[in-house]
């Protein structure tokens, strides 16, 4: 009985070492996803040229593929071509051709490459819409968009972006890239390469201002005063709302890839028992409508309320009144 048991247990390991080996060999074999500066791919926007081997009127120069994603050339009208690279362009059309032309044959060579593009905004001299017709890293965007903003401080000129709370964004998510280090250190670490659909913000360093978001009546930014509180920042909000959490209130200093954190007790504050925390430009004030007791289950969503207060309020201050439609402002940037 003994050994029966011995061999029945070394068949269920034997059987679960081979699954678990064909697991791994799976695992190994699936493909990462290949980078579009590896696999360029076509979209809405690009050019080609096509030429038909062996007969010149048949050649096609300039076809743009249209905004829903489709191209027409010859007798194949209307064919889905976005997500496709040039061979596998190639491949299709010559497929549909075969139904009309004998053995076609084509030349296909990309003239615009203008479906890859990326946005920078804030204080950067040419701000707008760019293509990623290349691979490009943020340092080449920025000297593509001919550097940061400067102004005049005691009569030196200087730069007047806030480096520290300047992000990209890509995919919804912001990227863990330091523009300070990069900048001031030279860590090439930081020199991300940019992807389609990135947004580059470039903050200020000259707007006195801090932040309230999250469970107040009025969230946004607050012109800073003299001896600027955090009961008085709430206050100049209109207050909390209901349900508003104001044991723990998050206050956000300093550099976005490595803040300062702060855990103030507002309800301490008002009993008496704890004295004001005082509040310094740039600070943000994140208000939860929930309890929470580590700083960290509650720090992304604090940063992306200021993400998204920042870029509404550049675009607030720069776009004219008269254009309503988010995708028509789009117009007023620089594309090249």
């Not at 070394?10 to 064909?22: D, N, R, T, Y």
């Not at 071509?81 to 061979?87: A, E, R, Y």
């Not at 293509?131 to 009569?155: H, K, M, N, V, W």
Request: charged residues 25%; without cysteine.
């Amino acid at each position: 009985m003994t050994r029966l048991i011995r061999i029945v247990f070394l068949a269920i390991f034997s059987f679960l070492f081979v699954v678990g080996q064909s697991a791994a060999q799976e695992e190994e074999a699936a493909p990462a996803p290949v980078s579009w500066r590896e696999r360029y791919t076509l979209g809405p926007g690009d050019v080609v040229d096509i030429r038909f081997y062996g007969s010149d009127t048949l050649n096609r120069s300039g076809l743009r593929i249209a905004p829903d994603g489709t191209i027409s050339y010859l007798q194949v009208n209307s064919l889905y071509v976005s997500g496709l690279t040039i061979d596998e362009l190639r491949s299709k059309l010559e497929e549909k051709l075969r139904t009309y032309h004998r053995d076609p044959r084509l030349i296909i060579t990309p003239w615009e490459l203008k479906s890859k593009r990326y946005v920078i905004l804030g204080k950067i001299m040419d701000k707008g819409v760019y293509t990623l017709d290349r691979p490009i890293t943020l340092l080449e965007a920025i000297a593509r968009s001919r550097g940061i903003e400067t102004g005049l401080f005691e009569q030196s000129t200087v730069e007047i972006a806030d480096l520290d709370r300047s992000f990209i964004i890509r995919n919804g998510e912001r990227l863990d890239v330091d523009f300070a280090k990069l900048y001031f250190e030279g860590d090439l670490s930081q020199n991300v390469y940019l992807e389609p659909q990135d947004y580059i913000y470039l903050a200020s360093n000259l707007s006195s201002e801090y932040y309230v978001f999250g469970s107040v009546s009025t969230p946004g930014a607050q012109g800073i005063t003299n001896r600027a509180t955090l009961v008085s920042a709430i206050t100049r909000r209109n207050g909390f709302t209901e349900g508003a959490w104001p044991d723990r209130i998050l206050v956000i200093r300093g550099s976005m890839s490595s803040p300062e954190l702060f855990v103030v007790n507002v309800k301490s504050i008002l009993a008496g028992k704890e004295a004001d925390f005082p509040l310094a430009p740039g600070d943000i004030v994140y208000v939860n409508d929930r309890p929470w007791y580590k700083a960290e289950q509650i720090l992304d969503t604090a940063v992306q309320n200021f993400l998204s207060s920042a870029t509404s309020t550049w675009v607030d201050e720069n776009v004219p009144d008269a254009i309503t439609n988010p995708w028509l402002r789009r117009t007023d940037w620089r594309d090249e």
